[in-house]
């Protein structure tokens, strides 16, 4: 079965930082696009960040260009976010998903992207900023 794990929240205070993994399994990592969302209470979930690891083309929110950072490593199925000058309201659940092929990048670039595209989520990780 396909499974993402993620980890590396916690509690930071506003200015600092974290990095963010998800290991995946159960798929051809080469083949996915693999995103972070995130979901504060209350709020909708909303794509924070992608990446399509065949050829490492990524997606970001505006919003969050410059701040945030997603990178994979091939040889050990993870993709990472570095998150920098974190604010209180980045405070949310953060989670993983992934969809096959590269299709949700052009998407995402283009007009968006509503969690409900992605077939598979991890169980999320919680990050905290204090202010």
């Known amino acids: 079965e396909v499974q993402l794990v993620e980890s590396g929240g916690g509690l930071v205070q506003a200015g600092g930082s974290l990095r963010l993994s998800c290991a995946a399994s159960g798929l051809i990592f080469d083949d996915h696009t693999i995103c972070w969302f995130r979901q504060a209470p209350g709020k909708e979930r909303e794509a924070v960040s992608c990446i399509y690891i065949k050829d490492t083309r990524t997606y970001y929110t505006e919003s969050l260009k410059g701040r945030f950072t997603i990178s994979s490593d091939k040889s050990k199925n993870t993709v990472y976010l570095q998150m920098t000058n974190l604010m209180p309201g980045d405070t949310a659940d953060y989670y993983c998903?992934?969809?096959?092929?590269?299709?949700?990048?052009?998407?995402?670039?283009?007009?968006?992207?509503?969690?409900?595209?992605?077939?598979?989520w991890g169980k999320g990780t919680l990050v905290t900023v204090s202010s």
């Open positions: 998903a992934a969809d096959w092929g590269p299709f949700l990048i052009r998407r995402a670039q283009e007009w968006g992207l509503p969690a409900g595209e992605m077939d598979y």
